[in-house]
T-cell receptor, first 116, second 110 residues
Framework: SAVISQKPSRDICQRGTSLTIQCQVDSQVTMMFWYRQQPGQSLTLIATANQGSEATYESGFVIDKFPISRPNLTFSTLTVSNMSPEDSSIYLC?????????????FGQGTRLTVV | GQQLNQSPQSMFIQEGEDVSMNCTSSSIFNTWLWYKQDPGEGPVLLIALYKAGELTSNGRLTAQFGITRKDSFLNISASIPSDVGIYFCAPPRGNYKLTFGKGTLLTVNP
């Protein structure tokens, strides 16, 4: 399995500012993923972060709004830029890791962001 | 895009009762994952299914991968208060990008 730590666990931010969320994994992983969970909703994939290349964004998400870094195989950051109240969500980091009979996805505890 | 339907949306049950929830899809998947999310936490993997028709148990939890590869169900037997939470099906598409169902909110009354 993989142990994932996210920082900060929560924050309250002013609109128009940016917040960078960090994700640290206790082992080297190839793929890291960032998800958003809006209040009362399910999780939606924002992007896939690969080391040494640009992140791959899902439909509806763009690099200017959610820039991602992946400097090595254990770390990634997601920045939420020029925030508005609609960005208030839980942001979660995920990695795939081999466990038991197959590959599985593990999640950090999430970063609860409130934009005021 | 892929349509993923999870039901029921919510359940209110008495402690000791059994629970069943399911997900259906318009697309075929090669893996089905079931997660539970507690308030303020990230989802935690409960059961992973890798083969069509597979029936897997994890304690009081049982899940099956539908033979058509378009559906899966999760059963919880003899529910207890700590089973409260949101349950998600999340089959992965390529490179382990997960598609999440809308979730089933489970409330267990002691």
């Amino acid at each position: 399995s993989a142990v994932i730590s996210q920082k900060p666990s929560r924050d309250i931010c002013q609109r128009g500012t940016s917040l960078t969320i960090q994700c640290q994994v206790d082992s080297q992983v190839t793929m890291m993923f960032w998800y958003r969970q809006q209040p009362g909703q399910s999780l939606t994939l924002i992007a896939t972060a690969n080391q040494g290349s640009e992140a791959t964004y899902e439909s509806g998400f763009v690099i200017d709004k959610f820039p991602i870094s992946r400097p090595n195989l254990t770390f990634s950051t997601l920045t939420v830029s020029n925030m508005s109240p609609e960005d208030s969500s839980i942001y979660l980091c995920s990695v795939e890791a081999f466990q038991g009979g197959g590959t599985e996805a593990f999640f950090g505890q999430g970063t609860r962001l409130t934009v005021v | 895009g892929q349509q993923l339907n999870q039901s029921p949306q919510s359940m209110f049950i008495q402690e000791g009762e059994d629970v069943s929830m399911n997900c259906t899809s318009s697309s075929i998947f090669n893996t089905w994952l079931w997660y539970k999310q507690d308030p303020g936490e990230g989802p935690v993997l409960l059961i992973a299914l890798y083969k069509a028709g597979e029936l897997t148990s994890n304690g009081r939890l049982t899940a099956q991968f539908g033979i058509t590869r378009k559906d899966s169900f999760l059963n919880i037997s003899a529910s207890i208060p700590s089973d409260v939470g949101i349950y998600f099906c999340a089959p992965p598409r390529g490179n382990y990008k997960l598609t999440f169902g809308k979730g089933t909110l489970l409330t267990v009354n002691p």
